[in-house]
């Protein structure tokens, strides 16, 4: 079986076919994702935690759960730990559902997060069952894909800093998510590579009127 393309390789295939990307390249490197540390689970107990927070905040709300958990961040450990001590960490009341529920799901299998288990999935599925988490949406799903799993060929279309990044980098008006999905299909199947320099785009040129080609 050939080995998976890294994201790096991703990114030079897609900088032959296509002068945007290339012109992104050349201007910031090939793509760089943080280090996994986490679990599949304590990521996605990151991102709950991190849902319409500030960065310090979710920052010491977290750190304040990883003590409660006694840093066993694991689907047993969150459902033997008392309401009272989720809500004492810092969390709300939603938010310690959804880690429970998210658990409880881990669990019976509803949610696969498994190596090989995830190994035998479409991102479709993984999405599909991540969404039957309370407070797991689409998006969340996609960036597990995208930064934990590492998947290649994730399209966000529902997320503004991607949309708004694409319309930047191509001298378009901000796309909406349907056309977004249609342009996507150039990028396949290293759309998860587009994804990052749509974001790369939209910290580079946002304010500066101008798009990636004309710079």
């Not at 938010?95 to 998210?102: F, G, M, P, T």
């Not at 190994?119 to 996609?142: C, K, M, N, P």
């Not at 995208?146 to 998947?151: A, T």
């Amino acid at each position: 079986m050939a080995a998976r393309p890294s994201y790096a390789s991703a990114a030079r295939t897609l900088a032959e076919r296509d002068p945007v990307i290339a012109h992104l390249v050349a201007e910031v490197g090939l793509p760089r994702l943080r280090p996994r540390h986490d679990t599949h689970f304590e990521a996605l107990v990151r991102s709950i935690v991190y849902q319409q927070l500030a960065g310090s905040a979710a920052s010491a709300i977290h750190r304040r759960l990883v003590d409660v958990l006694d840093a066993k961040v694991d689907a047993e450990h969150v459902l033997a730990a008392s309401d009272e001590a989720l809500r004492g960490a810092g969390l709300s009341r939603n938010k310690a559902a959804s880690i429970r529920d998210l658990a409880t799901k881990v669990l019976d299998g509803t949610v696969v997060l498994d190596p090989r288990g995830l190994a035998r999935e479409s991102d479709e599925e993984v999405i599909a069952r991540l969404s039957t988490v309370r407070g797991v949406g689409r998006w969340t799903a996609e960036m597990f894909l995208l930064f934990q799993l590492r998947r290649l060929d994730v399209w966000p279309t529902g997320d503004l800093g991607v949309r708004r990044g694409y319309g930047l980098a191509y001298g378009i008006a901000t796309p909406t998510p349907k056309a977004l999905d249609a342009y996507g299909d150039a990028f396949r199947p290293y759309r998860s590579v587009a994804a990052w320099y749509c974001w790369r785009a939209n910290e580079l040129y946002a304010g500066a009127g101008e798009s990636a080609v004309t710079a």
